[in-house]
């Protein structure tokens, strides 16, 4: 019996990574007053650790060693990444991020049929309102019972806990939920909860590891718009 759907955000409900995420981190370093600058391949390879202030981390350690750290390093990093928010806010005002194809149709879709749903991601809680409500409207956040983001659990995708975390709140069991996911370390999580997981690949996603999904298709639009089904079997 199904209950719930359980969404991530980046990457499955709108493309924020390349337009979004990384200009917005471009726009708090240049506002610090730092030279770095993220683009597109290298984005490519830091969306590897997910969590924008684990990113920022994981970026000093492999990409820029030659970094002085500063004494408050953790705080640094945290008011860094504070201010990318302001800038991804802003730029989802500025509402040039849609949403994929095919999501808000499934989303009403789910509401018309009383088909409870969650909103389950490693993104700041500020992102997701700024992006349900720049798309969905002003009170779209509140057709998710659960918004299950950010730091709530320390541990991001792509370990299970925000899966578990969600689930618990809900008071559904993994077979009762679907997932939707883009990325490989999307699939770790809701696979290692058990929740089945359809996958909509990206630019960035399209080469990663999906066979723990159960399908796997390039977007949730209709068939009439260029619908296909990469893994996994398609029922009607
Ligand atoms: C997305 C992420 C996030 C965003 C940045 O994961 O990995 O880190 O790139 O968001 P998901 P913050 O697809 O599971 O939502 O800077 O707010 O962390
Ligand atoms: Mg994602």
Redesign the pocket.
Known sequence: QLEALLF?????LADT?RDG?RPAFNMAFEAAGLDWNWDEALYGEL?AV????E?IKFYLEKFNTDFEKPADFDEFVKGL?AS??EF?KQLMAEGKIPLRPGVERLINEARSKNVRMAVV????PA?VTALLTNTLGADSESWFEVIAA?DIVPAK?PAPDIYFWAMEKMNVKPEECIAFE??D??IKSSAAANVKTIITINEYTKDDDFSKADLVLDQMGEPEEGFEVLAGEHHG
């Open positions: 991530d955000v980046d990457g499955t990574e995420h969306l997910t969590g924008g202030k990113r990444h990318k928010t991804y991601t490693t993104t700041t992102n950010g995708k883009d990325s370390n999307g």
